[in-house]
């Protein structure tokens, strides 16, 4: 019994000391459930080369135009994604030697040239990419030494914007950017959530905002101290005349006391015990909110008024049914509607959607389908009167095959109109970590989309490429995950 469960512990052990949203200060840590399977019946037709695949309905293919991270298997991300001026960027997680920006004016194998690369160390990965019109396209940075905003006209040049971390090197993480009236804005934080704005793109200032976003406290009852709920502005929208920004929140315990003590309890409690010590997981009370404003300073909290837990649709961690929604990993106005797509650490993601901004409902429910490792909803895009919504989905098994990003479409948005056109990453390969006897998906999630030409591009998501562990027999190495693989660029061709 410890021998077979060994290899899964030791897996997931480090799968959650590696965010695959690699936000830095938050580590996510998740846990699977043995007793639940993913369904097996996804249907992968590939040709020869393995680079052409039907989608489940049979009534399209993707092809596969990028592969091994612009063959440079480091580039594990395509972070993000943007149409400028007739031509297609793609911005990467590379957090071995820097980020990088890829460009193609159709899209097409062979077509692509790097247009930026980051000094060692300086930029880890392009998190967002935002086309201004055809005026400029900006580039918000992930960096441990503070993000910064890269902006460029053409294309090729690329000048950065602002200061480190906008003058506060803790500013890691540039994730979201949108145009509201007059002004640009840029959502940011590592410690706490701020707004900055820009007028030109040129000059950034923090928006003095009221009441500010870390003004939400939440309780923690084990501890019974107040904590500062909104560490970051993860996503922005704008929906009906108004700004829209979405929290993330600290998320180092991802599973409520009652989940905790199943799992301990009834699956493993004799190998957890053995690698865990007294107290395994962290907790983090909070949830995420959504707040909106006329005029980008006055602000009101639309999810999450008078919550003592910053609610996330009610997912807060002590909510004793259901599992902390953490994070707003996506967005989207579509037909009417504002879309959000969280981050639910026990595969109990949900998708939202709101009519009039206060009133929220639920309109898909994976966990209740039967997908249950669908953690993020992580990209979502209308195309063509469709909306599409790409997660991250990840189960480390010792059975090839089992997981992978998945896209998701519905033609109206009403609850029990959507079906799934891709599972398994595309081509359910998968890859060995850290020992032959563990398998996890090659594409592991769908981070980016983009319409181009008006066709539909999605970027996925692989290991990071970091040292880890590697276990042969009972000899113990070190490798670097996923070496031979880096993201993908996937097509939509025509039915
Ligand atoms: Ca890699």
């Not at 001026?85 to 030697?97: F, I």
Request: hydrophobic share 40%; proline share 4%; with cysteine.
């Amino acid at each position: 019994m410890k021998n077979i469960l060994k290899p899964f512990i030791i897996t997931f052990l480090l799968v959650i000391f590696f965010s695959p949203e690699c936000s830095g200060l938050n580590r996510r840590r998740r846990i699977f459930n043995f007793n639940q399977r993913d369904e097996l019946s996804a249907r992968i037709i590939s040709d020869a080369n393995n680079d052409v695949v039907d989608n489940e309905v049979g009534d399209g293919q993707w092809q596969r135009v990028v592969e091994r991270g612009f063959d440079d298997p480091k580039n594990d991300y395509a972070w993000s994604m943007a149409s400028f001026k007739g031509r297609l960027y793609v911005g990467t997680l590379n957090s071995l030697w820097g980020a990088e920006i890829w460009s193609s004016a159709n899209g097409a194998p062979g077509t692509w040239d790097r247009v930026y690369k980051s000094f060692f160390f300086s930029n880890s990965g392009i998190r967002y990419l935002y086309a201004d019109g055809d005026t400029a396209l900006y580039a918000g940075t992930f960096s441990k030494r503070g993000a910064e905003i890269l902006r460029t006209t053409n294309g090729s040049a690329w000048t950065s914007v602002t200061n480190r971390g906008f003058g506060d090197r803790t500013n890691d993480t540039i994730r979201c950017m949108v145009r509201f009236g007059e002004y640009l804005y840029a959502g940011a934080g590592h410690n706490g959530a701020e707004v900055y704005r820009s007028k030109d793109g040129l000059t950034w200032e923090l928006v003095d905002v009221n009441p500010k976003f870390t003004s939400t406290k939440v309780l923690d009852p084990v501890t019974d101290t107040l904590t500062t709920n909104n560490i970051m502005i993860g996503e922005l929208a704008v929906f009906n005349n108004q700004l829209y920004a979405f929290t993330w929140t600290t998320d180092l315990g991802i599973m409520n006391q009652k989940f905790r003590n199943t799992i301990r309890n009834t699956i493993a409690p004799q190998a957890f015990n053995e690698v865990s010590g007294p107290e395994f997981f962290a907790r983090t009370p909070g949830a995420f909110e959504v707040w909106r404003s006329s005029n980008g300073v006055e602000w009101e909290k639309v999810v999450g008024q008078d919550d003592a837990y910053g609610n996330g649709m009610g997912f807060s961690l002590h909510d004793e049914e259901n599992m902390a929604n953490d994070v707003v990993t996506s967005v989207a106005v579509y037909k009417g509607h504002l879309y959000l797509g969280p981050q639910n650490a026990n595969g109990r993601t949900a998708l939202w959607r709101t009519a009039d901004g206060t009133q929220w409902e639920k309109n898909l429910d994976f966990w209740k389908m039967g997908e249950l490792f669908n953690f993020y909803i992580w990209r979502m895009i209308p195309f063509r009167g469709k909306l599409y919504i790409g997660t991250f989905n990840m189960l480390a098994s010792p059975i090839p095959g089992i997981s992978g990003g998945q896209i998701w479409v519905t033609e109206s948005g009403e609850p029990g109109t959507f079906y799934k056109i891709v599972s398994h990453g595309f081509d359910g390969e998968t890859i060995s970590w850290m020992s032959e006897a563990i398998r996890i998906p090659k594409n592991y999630g769908i981070r980016s989309f983009a319409v181009h030409n008006n066709q539909l591009f999605a970027g996925t998501a692989t290991i990071f490429s970091i040292p880890v562990p590697r276990f042969n027999g009972s000899q113990i190495g070190i490798t670097i995950a996923g070496k031979d693989v880096g993201c993908e660029i996937w097509k939509m061709i025509g039915p």
